[in-house]
């Protein structure tokens, strides 16, 4: 965003919107700002003192009327040349989203931002995110990225921004599913989420339970009540 503690936000007012911003701390250029739509109700969410300030980081919680599923925003921006390791920025990102994943188990997380060379499969393989494919945002690289905990909700494109910018915009809206005629009937089924998060917390849950109730029994019962 380029924005200044020195700059007040007046001056980047847009109507019917409420400005969020993040200034960089003790370097030019830098900074993040997010503008949400006064209907939304919203907050900045604090983050933990372990999670570095020096983060272009910023977390807004959305709420909405009865039906709709909160949101966790998550904006941020990685610059080409960082002032941190990789390596901390990945785990301060896998603190947050396990965190809120434990604690507010039906929140839709949403991450955005220029994330520049970042290796981000970590979201995708260790984090169950699903990324909004686009085309290239910046010559011919995709460095401005969408991704989000519940696939098939949204879908994004890249398009020339007006601003002047080395970067296409992305545009992320609610996925339309084309109409079914002819069905008659609905039927429920049960479908197992599979993704590998999941998969190491069962593994984790297996390999730290105490089966020593069971192990050391000595009644048949007991093995028949476990299997």
């Not at 909405?64 to 921006?77: E, S, T, V």
């Not at 039927?187 to 020593?212: E, G, S």
Request: aromatic share 12%; charged share 15%.
């Amino acid at each position: 965003s380029w924005f200044k503690t020195a700059m007040p936000d007046a001056l980047f007012r847009i109507d019917n919107y409420n400005l969020y911003p993040k200034d960089r701390v003790g370097h030019a250029g830098g900074g993040i700002a997010v503008y949400m739509s006064c209907s939304i109700n919203c907050y900045v969410v604090t983050l933990p003192k372990c999670i570095s300030a020096v983060f272009e980081l910023l977390c807004i919680m959305c709420s909405f009327d009865a039906g709709r599923k909160p949101i966790l925003l998550i904006a941020l921006y990685h610059p080409p040349k960082a002032y941190y390791a990789n390596s901390s920025l990945i785990d301060a990102l896998t603190d947050v989203i396990e965190f809120v994943r434990i604690n507010y188990p039906d929140i839709l997380i949403i991450l955005a931002g220029d994330l520049n060379q970042l290796d981000t499969s970590f979201l995708t393989n260790e984090l169950g995110m699903f990324i909004l494919t686009t085309s290239a945002t910046h010559g011919n690289k995709i460095l401005d990225k969408i991704f989000i905990s519940v696939d098939d909700l949204y879908t994004a494109f890249s398009f020339k921004s007006t601003l002047k910018t080395k970067h296409n915009a992305v545009f992320a809206q609610p996925y339309i599913r084309s109409s079914v005629t002819g069905l008659t009937s609905k039927r429920k089924l049960l479908v197992y989420d599979m993704r590998q998060h999941y998969i190491d917390a069962l593994r984790h849950a297996i390999a730290t339970a105490d089966f020593n109730s069971i192990t050391q029994g000595d009644f048949v019962a007991n093995y028949a009540c476990f299997i």
